[in-house]
Every structure is written in C-alpha cells, then in structure tokens.
C-alpha cells in the first residue's frame, strides 16, 4: 500500500490580502516537499482567539489521525507567551499559549511542550519562524515530546456553561457570530421549545428552510449548539447580536 503523505492545516488571522501565507507555506515545503497542506481559515477575525478556538473545535477530530494542525492567532506574538506543540488523541497541533489550542488541551492524557525561539525569529512573526518549523518536523516524524521540554501550564478556554434552572429552563448566551450573520449559543443538545433572543421568541426549528425567506428561525446546528438565523439574511445584524447576547430556551 502507498505511504500516506504527511498533512498540516492551516488556520490563521493573517487574510489573503498579503503574502503572509504565502511565507508559512513556504518554509513548510522547504522543509518538507511532499507535505500536504490543508487551508482551514485565514479569514479569523484579526487577534479574536476565542474565534480560532472555537474554529479548531470543529475540525481538528474530522482529520486523519496523525494529522499535524497550526494555528496561528497570535496577539501576542513577540512577547512573554510561551510557544507551544500538543499532543491529543493522536493528533499533534503547534501555536502560540493563548487559548486557541484549548480543544486539544482539555482531552484526557493532552501533552504540551514548550518550543524554543530561534535567535534568527523575527519577533513579529513566529507563525513563520517558530511554529512552521516545528510543524514541519512533525510532519517528518518527530514526535510532540522530542520538541522541548514538558509544560504544565498551558492557558485553556472554555465555553461558558448555560444556567439551568428546575423549571426546565436554560439561561446562555451567544458565543459566535458566524459568516452567515447566524448567531450561535452555548446552548447544547436542545431541540424542542423556544428560545428567546432580544426581546423576540422563536420556535426551535429543524433546519433553516422550515421558515420563508427573511423569517427568523432558531435551529440545531451541526455541532449540536441552538443559534439564531434569518433565513437568506443575517440575524445578528437584524437583532443587534453580538458575543455574549443572554438568550433564553424553554423547553416544550
């Protein structure tokens, strides 16, 4: 059977504008021709973290196992925020210890090493310089742990939890707008009932289509969080949403 060709994704804040990605992809097939390499997003809001951590959440399981993710939003490039390489579930991720990795870091056995900085890394741009070196080994064979030394302390995020009351009902809020204007909660797993968002209340509905054009709809997603949509339009726009709304379910 063929040997499988190394793969590395890619998600970062840097936009297509520039050649920034460009110089990513660069020194990874400098360093390793026969890679593949997969662009996830380059369109994360500029140094939003919280939106790149959400972003890894989706995808980083829906790989190949062995599968070597970067990550690259970086506000704090430059600065004293350790630069790192995990190991979870059997897959490896490298970026900067801020959060954005917090997906891989919460599995049970993650494994988080620091990576040292070159003397030659500009202070500006370590998704080059640091983290596509390190990758680039990764996806030659090195293992996370022959990368530096063990970290204990790596920063996690998480997704507030909703409250809950005995009454049946669930007190979250919005946690991302997406591209489509749709605004998703910390809401999870609820299907049937209501969800109440800026003073209006919508019927949870099966998918976006049940509602006519420019009706507002509530629905499940297909990560199993509730979000708020106007169909064939945007609802954050619309209702004014943005992260950390309050949205109220009602089940029933």
């Not at 992809?25 to 809001?45: N, R």
């Not at 599995?107 to 500009?122: D, E, R």
């Not at 797993?189 to 109440?196: D, K, S, V, W």
């Not at 209340?201 to 289509?209: D, E, H, K, P, Q």
Request: overall charge negative; glycine content about 12%.
């Amino acid at each position: 059977m063929p040997v499988a060709r190394p793969l590395v994704t890619l998600l970062t804040d840097f936009g297509t504008a520039d050649g920034y990605v460009g110089e990513v992809k660069g020194a990874l097939l400098m360093a390793v021709p026969e890679v593949d390499i997969v662009d996830i997003s380059h369109d994360v809001p500029p140094q939003d973290v919280e939106s790149g951590r959400l972003a890894l959440a989706r995808y980083w399981r829906r790989f190949p196992v062995s599968t070597v993710h970067l990550v690259v939003i970086d506000p704090g490039v430059g600065a004293d925020r350790a630069a790192i390489a995990v190991e979870s579930a059997g897959y490896a991720l490298v970026g900067p210890d801020n959060g954005v990795l917090s997906p891989a870091l919460l599995v049970p056995g993650a494994l988080a090493v620091t990576l040292a900085v070159p003397s030659h890394a500009a202070p500006t741009f370590h998704g080059r310089d640091v983290f596509a070196p390190a990758a680039a080994a990764l996806a030659r064979g090195a293992q996370v742990a022959d990368l530096g030394p063990s970290y204990d302390h790596a920063i996690v995020r998480r997704t507030p939890e909703p409250e809950r009351w005995g009454d049946g009902t669930v007190h979250g809020e919005v946690i991302a707008i997406d591209r489509f204007g749709n605004a998703v909660t910390n809401c999870l797993g609820l299907r049937a009932g209501t969800i109440e968002v800026a003073g209006i209340v919508l019927a949870v509905a099966r998918a976006y289509a049940d509602v006519p054009s420019g009706s507002l709809v509530a629905v499940t997603g297909s990560n199993g969080l509730l979000e708020i949509a106007e169909r064939d339009g945007s609802a954050a726009r619309r209702l004014g949403l943005a992260r950390g709304a309050p949205v109220l379910f009602r089940a029933g």
